[in-house]
């Protein structure tokens, strides 16, 4: 379990650095990918302040499903869980009612 672990964390660790590098290229869709998974891992951790900052930054509390960068990073490494997922399945209640209201 602890192998997998590191493998998710791995992969999420390269799937962020692929988006970093096409946002750094210009790619809008691709910044807003980064910002996304951003906020899911603020919000796996509890982080109410740092889920508001991408807020206010423009992150979505519900993505679009036609997002190709979501979506790619969906496909791949069992999916990427939403914020409100990551949020509800750590018990960060104040997150979740931040996202809520949000959208």
């Known amino acids: 379990s602890d192998r997998a672990a590191a493998a998710a964390e791995a992969e999420e660790e390269t799937a962020l650095a692929e988006l970093a590098g096409e946002a750094a290229h210009g790619g809008e ?48 490494g069992g999916g990427a869980p939403s914020a409100l997922h990551e949020a509800a399945r750590a018990g960060h209640a104040a997150v979740v009612r931040r996202l809520l209201h949000a959208g």
């Open 29 to 76: 869709a691709a910044a807003q990918a980064l910002l996304q998974r951003a906020m899911a891992a603020a919000a796996r951790h509890g982080s109410d302040s740092v889920v508001a900052s991408c807020l206010a930054m423009g992150a979505q509390p519900a993505p679009r499903a036609n997002n190709k960068f979501i979506n790619r990073l969906a496909r791949g």
